[in-house]
T-cell receptor
Framework: DAGVIQSPRHEVTEMGQEVTLRCKPISGHDYLFWYRQTMMRGLELLIYFNNNVPIDDSGMPEDRFSAKMPNASFSTLKIQPSEPRDSAVYFC??????????????FGPGTRLTVL | KQEVTQIPAALSVPEGENLVLNCSFTDSAIYNLQWFRQDPGKGLTSLLLIQSSQREQTSGRLNASLDKSSGRSTLYIAASQPGDSATYLCAATETSGSRLTFGEGTQLTVNP
């Protein structure tokens, strides 16, 4: 398996523009997570899905952020409108809930977002 | 709310030394605890996962221990190598098995 795939790897945009980050989880995994990493706040969970259904979005900073998972192999995180304080590295992770895997999470390479 | 703390924040050691990284968590009701490695500009690589019912896990030169009652985990690296230089993060998984709370990480430098 190729692991968790994220695109784009780098995104530079201007304040006010819409940004869409994409994630393809590991095939067969039933959980998908979106994280944000900044120097100030470290790694924070934004939202996670189970079987394509959003379970907990309490980490989403505000209404400008939205996430969807239309099918088991694709998820998007959208920021509209973007602001400079959204600049961070956004990670997607996936896991499989079985007694053998114990919910081990596997991370993608991340998308480095810069909002000017 | 779970809080995870890692000490030290940074560590520099000569090659060949054995070392211990520390992780503490405030809520002992965890599902598991994971240790990750992050190289600069890269994603996270899972190193070891300790189930809540286990005391330790080993992989090669790495050994992770878990003491739920005291809210502590340690990552032991034997015979450190320059290639071990990276940031090491621990993360506690809540009892539902899904939400991870990360520590701030320990930045390790192994000098040749």
């Amino acid at each position: 398996d190729a692991g968790v795939i994220q695109s784009p790897r780098h995104e530079v945009t201007e304040m006010g523009q819409e940004v869409t980050l994409r994630c393809k989880p590991i095939s067969g995994h039933d959980y998908l997570f979106w994280y944000r990493q900044t120097m100030m706040r470290g790694l924070e969970l934004l939202i996670y899905f189970n079987n394509n259904v959003p379970i907990d979005d309490s980490g989403m900073p505000e209404d400008r952020f939205s996430a969807k998972m239309p099918n088991a192999s694709f998820s998007t995180l959208k920021i509209q409108p973007s602001e400079p304080r959204d600049s961070a590295v956004y990670f997607c992770a996936s896991s499989l809930a079985t007694s053998q895997t114990w919910m081990e999470q596997f991370f993608g390479p991340g998308t480095r977002l810069t909002v000017l | 709310k779970q809080e995870v703390t890692q000490i030290p924040a940074a560590l520099s050691v000569p090659e060949g030394e054995n070392l211990v990284l520390n992780c503490s968590f405030t809520d002992s009701a965890i599902y598991n605890l994971q240790w990750f490695r992050q190289d600069p500009g890269k994603g996270l690589t899972s190193l070891l996962l300790i189930q809540s019912s286990q005391r330790e896990q080993t992989s090669g030169r790495l050994n992770a221990s878990l003491d739920k009652s005291s809210g502590r985990s340690t990552l032991y690296i034997a015979a450190s190598q320059p290639g071990d230089s990276a940031t090491y993060l621990c993360a506690a998984t809540e009892t539902s098995g899904s939400r991870l709370t990360f520590g701030e990480g320990t930045q390790l430098t192994v000098n040749p």
